[in-house]
């Protein structure tokens, strides 16, 4: 046992300190937003979520759990304590909702590794053969700046470049908090090339083949990975750049699965368009913090706010829960986003963007609120939290 008073050591997009009972706050505020909407005779679920610890991931995990009763098997890639040092927030987030799992009588097993990995995805398959038996949903939340190739050992490398064109644009230095010009060169063949390997659809594929040959997909299984789109504000550094390459792979592939379990498990594979949130994923792309501060003050205005956990609950309940059909865009996508990429919310943000300087960005947009949530996924800033009071570092996962 290990107990210390932690505080948050932050340099821009990065916080190298976690707050256990802050993280584990967090979590069971997403725990009683899903259990509010929970469904019940609706059956037994049995959920893989792959990127299970923080961000979205976590929150479908949550919302399987807390509105269905799911058992789950998480696969995530986190730092436990030392006893000196505190673990990483994806660390206490799972000590968290296994408790809830543990109290709840659910079933809740975890793998803390590299999923890009055979060995971890072995470990993962033995888990699920165990503990679940089979699995009606696979999540696929996973964001990372690197992977091996397990089979070539080539690292990719993701970087968040243009692609054709220098980028000039509008963004927020963390670290000053001023506003500034940003200018980002377009990217390289290989930084290309990177961005997909690590976040397109190649380990996806492996995961959907190593689970359909190891019979561990029910009948009518569903797996579902996360996409991003966004405003055309973003898509020089988004949609039209390295990492929405990767993206348009990871769908493509994804229409691929889809024709293999439709053949084999009789099931579906959907990729879900998810709205911009504070994760720690997205605060290192340029421009998007800024843009999920004006974005925030808006759908809060109009009373349309959504974080994580809501969305989960919205994928869950109108799209993939058990017995419910999912509606899907041209492209077979469901549109989580459409809230944040309705007309007049779009018109907004296209009116204040120009005008935003450093004198007004604090009143234009909601960075304060931003800048709250960045801190709150590391546990710090959370309400009821005694920050002066020491913490048990170590936690069971
Ligand atoms: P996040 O950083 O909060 O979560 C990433 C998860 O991946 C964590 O659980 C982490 O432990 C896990 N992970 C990373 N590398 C791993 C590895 N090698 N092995 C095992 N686990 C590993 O990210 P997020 O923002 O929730 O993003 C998840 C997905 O949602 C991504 O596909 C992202 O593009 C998509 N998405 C995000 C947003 C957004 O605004 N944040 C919007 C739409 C879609």
Redesign the pocket.
């Known amino acids: 046992m290990a107990e210390a008073v932690v505080k948050p050591r932050i340099r821009g997009f990065i916080c190298t300190t976690a707050h256990p009972a802050g993280c584990a706050s967090n979590v069971n505020a997403q725990i009683q937003v899903a259990e509010a909407a929970r469904k019940d005779g609706a059956g037994s679920l049995r959920v893989l979520v792959?990127?299970?610890?923080?961000?979205?991931?976590?929150?479908a995990r949550i919302a399987a759990g807390a509105m269905y009763g799911a058992g789950s098997v998480g696969?995530?890639?986190?730092r436990e304590s030392n006893g000196a040092k505190s673990g990483?927030p994806?660390f206490y987030n799972t000590a968290a909702y296994h408790r809830y799992a543990m109290e709840n009588g659910l079933i809740s097993a975890n793998v803390n590794?590299?999923?890009?990995?055979h060995e971890?995805k072995r470990k993962t398959l033995e888990l699920v053969a165990s503990r679940l038996g089979e699995v009606d949903m696979v999540i696929?939340?996973?964001?990372?700046p690197k992977?091996t190739d397990p089979d070539t050992g080539e690292i990719y490398q993701s970087v968040l470049n243009p692609i054709g064109e220098t980028y000039v644009g509008k963004t927020i230095d963390l670290n000053r908090e001023v506003i500034n010009e940003v200018t980002v060169e377009p990217a390289t063949d290989e930084g290309i090339r990177g961005t997909v390997g690590v976040?397109g659809g190649d380990d996806l594929c492996l995961w959907s083949e190593a689970l359909l040959e190891a019979g561990l997909l029910a009948e009518g299984a569903r797996i579902v990975?996360?996409?991003?789109i966004g405003p055309a504000l973003t898509w020089p550094i988004y949609r039209s750049g390295t990492?929405g390459r990767a993206?348009e792979h990871?769908e493509r592939t994804t229409k691929a699965i889809e024709g293999r379990l439709r053949s084999t498990v009789g099931g579906r594979a959907m990729v879900s368009?998810?709205?911009?949130?504070?994760?720690?994923?997205?605060a290192a792309i340029p421009v998007?913090p800024l843009y999920?501060s004006l974005l925030y003050r808006i759908m809060r205005e109009r009373g349309v706010h959504e974080d994580?956990i809501q969305q989960m609950v919205r994928l869950f309940s109108d799209h993939v829960g058990p017995g419910g059909t999912p509606s899907v865009d041209g492209e077979d996508r469901i549109r989580l986003?459409d809230l944040e990429l309705e007309a007049s919310v779009q018109r907004e943000i296209d009116t204040v963007w120009p005008t935003i300087t450093t004198e007004n960005f604090r009143a234009l947009t909601d960075y304060d609120a931003y800048k709250r949530g960045f801190r709150q996924?590391f546990g710090f800033e959370v309400d009821g939290v005694d920050y002066d009071e020491p913490v048990e570092l170590e936690a069971e996962i």
């Open positions: 792959i990127g299970a610890s923080t961000g979205y991931g976590l929150a696969v995530f890639f986190e990483t994806g590794g590299d999923a890009y990995s971890i696929y939340s996973l964001a990372s992977r976040m990975p996360f996409s991003y990492i993206k990871l368009v998810n709205k911009a949130v504070i994760t720690q994923a997205s998007v999920i994580p986003d996924l």
